[in-house]
T-cell receptor, first 115, second 114 residues
Framework: AQSVTQLGSHVSVSEGALVLLRCNYSSSVPPYLFWYVQYPNQGLQLLLKYTTGATLVKGINGFEAEFKKSETSFHLTKPSAHMSDAAEYFC?????????????FGKGTRLSVIA | DAGVIQSPRHEVTEMGQEVTLRCKPISGHDYLFWYRQTMMRGLELLIYFNNNVPIDDSGMPEDRFSAKMPNASFSTLKIQPSEPRDSAVYFCASINGLAYNEQFFGPGTRLTVL
């Protein structure tokens, strides 16, 4: 069965600093990987996804993530944090493209941005 | 498109009462998922439907929970009787089955059972 581990339940960065949110997955077959963001009192919104092809994936709001099979990782980065990036971030894994298998989510990482 | 619609947004009830949460998926989406989010357990899948048929309900915590999808545009999650430990945010999500599993989430229903 697949699983996701997000290292660090809370990350705090200064405005303008690099954002790095860590995600490691476990999967017996090639995974499909996702990052979602949740703003206060809202549902989850897709940031980016990796299915096949290029291992560096670019998403919305300047975020990107790199799939590293050898490290079973899919870390999320952004070169320069903005106050509006403060939110909860979830990494998720799925086996299939078609939705036959639902997403398995990590516990989430809360990102705080300090002015 | 209005997105996934959930109602009510907030629900406060007393232990033992019946609670019904509602979800309207995005038109044309053929999968619907119900999740529960708590601080302790994170985001848990409760049940999901494909073309209105329940596919996997192994995440439903116990018999007090039930879910239905009478048609492609409406689903309910019912808790009867409710207990304080059911307090959580309940999310509904839907996808087009061909869309690389990009789930669209509703805003959630915050349930408080006193």
């Amino acid at each position: 069965a697949q699983s996701v581990t997000q290292l660090g339940s809370h990350v705090s960065v200064s405005e303008g600093a690099l954002v790095l949110l860590r995600c490691n997955y476990s999967s017996s077959v090639p995974p499909y990987l996702f990052w979602y963001v949740q703003y206060p009192n809202q549902g989850l919104q897709l940031l980016l996804k990796y299915t096949t092809g290029a291992t560096l994936v670019k998403g919305i709001n300047g975020f990107e993530a790199e799939f590293k099979k050898s490290e079973t990782s899919f870390h999320l980065t952004k070169p320069s944090a903005h106050m509006s990036d403060a939110a909860e971030y979830f990494c998720a894994v799925s086996l299939y493209l078609s939705g036959n298998t639902p997403l398995v989510f990590g516990k989430g990482t809360r990102l705080s941005v300090i002015a | 498109d209005a997105g996934v619609i959930q109602s009510p947004r907030h629900e406060v009830t007393e232990m033992g009462q019946e609670v019904t949460l509602r979800c309207k998926p995005i038109s044309g989406h053929d999968y619907l998922f119900w999740y529960r989010q708590t601080m302790m357990r994170g985001l848990e899948l409760l049940i999901y439907f494909n073309n209105n048929v329940p596919i996997d309900d192994s995440g439903m915590p116990e018999d007090r929970f039930s879910a239905k999808m009478p048609n492609a545009s409406f689903s309910t999650l019912k808790i009867q009787p409710s207990e304080p430990r059911d307090s959580a945010v309940y999310f509904c999500a839907s996808i087009n089955g061909l869309a690389y599993n990009e789930q669209f989430f509703g805003p959630g229903t915050r349930l408080t059972v006193l």
